[in-house]
């Protein structure tokens, strides 16, 4: 009997299993929408350094989307490793010797999407991004930061949406 029974498994566990050859374009999808800003103040120092008086703690930043309806949404994924749709990108897990804000915007409109970044009770920033996308891919190929264009995507080089802000 536990011979038929561990043959019965057998049989199912090799059934079950299916050779993934043809890479079945379906199963796949690209999402590449996140940003990474550096901010320093008109002085050079690091706004996101936690040795800084003056930066921007990640407990206080909230971030927000406007929805296509007009409806401004906070963003929270509890399911997330980034649940607020954002990570303070420290030294030591970059190994570079500045901190960084990795943004995931919003992606619920493809052209002029709008995300809000509240740093505090007083100071918000305006991120609006657009997308190329297909059946198996959306990515970000144009961020402005406070209306003002930071970046367009040049398919010829690959220059990454990193980008140093100065604030005052």
């Given at each position: 009997?536990k011979?038929i029974?561990f043959l019965?498994?057998?049989?199912?566990?090799?059934v079950?299993?299916?050779?993934?050859?043809?890479?079945?374009?379906?199963?796949?999808?690209?999402l590449?929408t996140?940003?990474?800003f550096t901010?320093k103040d008109?002085?050079?120092?690091?706004?996101?350094?936690?040795?800084?008086?003056?930066a921007?703690?990640?407990?206080?930043?909230?971030i927000?989307y406007?929805?296509?309806?007009?409806?401004?949404?906070?963003?929270?994924n509890?399911?997330?490793?980034?649940?607020?749709?954002?990570?303070?990108?420290?030294?030591?897990?970059?190994?570079?010797?500045?901190?960084?804000?990795?943004?995931?915007?919003n992606?619920?409109i493809?052209?002029n999407?709008?995300?809000?970044?509240?740093?505090?009770?007083?100071?918000?920033?305006?991120?609006k991004?657009n997308?190329r996308?297909?059946?198996?891919y959306?990515v970000c190929n144009?961020?402005?930061?406070?209306?003002?264009?930071?970046?367009?995507e040049n398919?010829?080089?690959?220059?990454?949406?990193?980008f140093e802000i100065?604030k005052n």
């Amino acid at each position: 009997m536990k011979k038929i029974f561990f043959l019965l498994l057998a049989t199912a566990l090799i059934v079950s299993c299916s050779s993934d050859d043809n890479n079945n374009d379906n199963d796949y999808y690209n999402l590449d929408t996140d940003i990474i800003f550096t901010f320093k103040d008109s002085n050079g120092n690091d706004l996101l350094n936690p040795n800084n008086p003056n930066a921007y703690l990640s407990e206080p930043i909230k971030i927000f989307y406007l929805k296509e309806n007009g409806e401004i949404e906070e963003v929270y994924n509890s399911n997330l490793d980034a649940s607020r749709n954002f990570k303070i990108i420290t030294p030591e897990d970059s190994g570079s010797d500045i901190y960084a804000f990795q943004l995931f915007p919003n992606t619920y409109i493809m052209e002029n999407a709008v995300t809000y970044i509240e740093w505090n009770d007083t100071e918000t920033d305006i991120i609006k991004t657009n997308y190329r996308y297909g059946d198996n891919y959306t990515v970000c190929n144009k961020v402005w930061y406070n209306d003002t264009n930071v970046w367009t995507e040049n398919t010829d080089i690959n220059t990454g949406r990193i980008f140093e802000i100065i604030k005052n």
